[in-house]
């Protein structure tokens, strides 16, 4: 192959690569965009969002997983919370609440054409800025 061909194929291989990052930007973008027209999923204080699409599965960010419980996960959004005894009602309120807009942001997601499945992912950089905000916030 002369190196005109093998150029001419190595940048059509290139273009289509960066298409297909683009493509799947766009997709991440266009999900996002359907959870946000959603008024309880965006008026929710933590903001489930499309991280990535693998295949036909949604990898959406959570506040809960194996590692972090819901009470934790509840404690970072509703920090006057803590206070709280375990058994408040405030608290089953609150889990009841977040188990059904994740949920619906579940749903949403996968009334989409191209996503049959959701994967829950735990929002690390999430619990990361929150902790920094923490700190900033108790620092004066």
Known sequence: MSDRKQFITVMVVAALFVS??????????????????DKTVASYPYQHRVLRVEGDTAVISSLRSHSVSTQQALSAVFPSMRHLAD??????????????????????ILATSGVNRVRWELDENWYHLQSMKSRYNTAF
């Open 20 to 37: 297909w990052i683009g493509w799947r930007g766009f997709e991440v973008i266009s999900l996002n965009d359907q959870l946000m027209a």
């Open 87 to 108: 058994t408040h009602r405030d608290w089953q309120r609150a889990e009841r609440e977040l188990a059904q807009v994740q949920a619906r942001a579940g749903d949403i």
